[in-house]
């Protein structure tokens, strides 16, 4: 297994081409065209790709991934049309060579002769034409080809979210715990887990917690928002984050603002100040490969992901998705506040 923080070397093109099949894929996992850039580049490996979640289905299971890793790039969506959604990119430790200081050591290497590959293939991989309409494939529409379902009480994959480096055996207790907790007390359950909620609330402060963050009891019982807030966000803007409450009072009774579901691991960052990274106009669903345009705005935050800390079969996935966030749940923050808060900090330093 490739731990989180070693250092390796992406293959040369020529032997990347050779480890491919005709649909440019190792076992389903497709190499795309705008990986080939990375080529005799080195990096620190950031997260072991064991585990990642279903977001293809709609089921957001486990998922188990076999000999592959995250390297800290993601897709910047030339291939695609322009698609935003920069997924971070899984990499097959075939197209994967390790290194140390005493220079290259030789992995498993890739078939000498090609399987027929080119990189014209891999290009054509990327869409296909369906009745007039085009397809895109791509490592996130293809995300069942080369994973398979992880039951929630496999063990091995938390022995593996420590094995792998990706996480601290403190950070699984914490994780952890929090499910027993959840799960044992019904406390994600609107009516019943009322009382675990109320508990959880008032001894969250002894550990600085957030607050429990799956309350579909506060849910308005309407059917969606009625109203959005436009801000007309640009990326290098500053956004505050709204407090977790008033971000409830905005969502329809199925946790959605116009369509746009807020997330339990949307919580962590109520409160806090981002630079606003991206506006997301356009995306290709994972669901169908069509490329979708966002009817209402929606904005990624730099640094802002999902961290799989609150949310069941996805616990300790280290896929690190962007979380998208409307307008509505954010407030400007002008440069000379954040420059009086710098100033605010420094004099209490």
């Not at 093109?13 to 080939?36: R, V, W, Y």
């Not at 078939?111 to 895109?136: I, M, N």
């Amino acid at each position: 297994m490739i731990k989180a923080g070693e250092y390796v070397e992406v293959r040369s093109k020529a032997e990347i081409l050779a480890s491919l099949d005709k649909n440019a894929t190792i076992d389903g996992m497709p190499f795309m065209p705008q990986m080939f850039e990375y080529c005799g580049k080195r990096f620190t490996v950031y997260k072991n790709a064991y585990k990642t979640c279903d977001t293809v289905s709609g089921k957001y299971i486990g998922l188990q991934v076999d000999d592959a890793v995250h390297l800290p790039i993601r897709c910047d969506g030339k291939a695609f049309d322009g698609c935003q959604a920069a997924c971070l990119l899984f990499w097959r430790t075939a197209w994967l060579k390790p290194v140390n200081e005493a220079g290259d050591v030789p992995m498993s290497s890739p078939a000498s002769a090609s399987r027929g590959c080119t990189e014209a293939d891999v290009l054509a991989a990327t869409s296909r034409d369906v009745d007039g309409r085009k397809l895109y494939r791509c490592q996130a529409t293809s995300l069942l080809e080369f994973t398979r379902p992880m039951a929630w009480w496999d063990v091995r994959q938390y022995a593996n979210a420590y094995r792998s480096g990706n996480w601290s055996i403190a950070q699984i207790l914490r994780g952890l715990t929090y499910l027993g907790y959840t799960y044992g007390t019904r406390a994600h359950r609107p009516k019943i887990g009322a009382p675990a909620r109320w508990l959880y609330n008032k001894a969250r402060f002894v550990w600085g917690g957030i607050p429990f963050p799956r309350r579909p009891d506060l849910f308005p019982q309407k059917k969606s928002a009625a109203s959005t807030t436009v801000l007309n966000l640009k990326p290098g803007e500053f956004v505050r984050v709204k407090p977790f409450e008033e971000i409830l009072a905005t969502l329809g009774k199925d946790g959605s603002h116009r369509g746009l579901m807020f997330d339990a691991e949307l919580v962590p960052y109520c409160g806090k100040v981002f630079r606003v990274m991206t506006r997301v106009e356009r995306f290709v669903d994972e669901s169908c490969g069509e490329m979708r345009t966002l009817k209402t705005p929606a904005v990624i935050l730099d640094g802002v992901v999902c961290q799989s800390k609150y949310s069941g079969q996805r616990m300790f996935c280290p896929r690190e998705i962007f979380s998208w966030w409307r307008e509505a749940w954010l407030e400007r923050v002008e440069p000379m506040v954040l420059e009086e808060r710098d100033g605010e900090h420094r004099e209490a330093a």
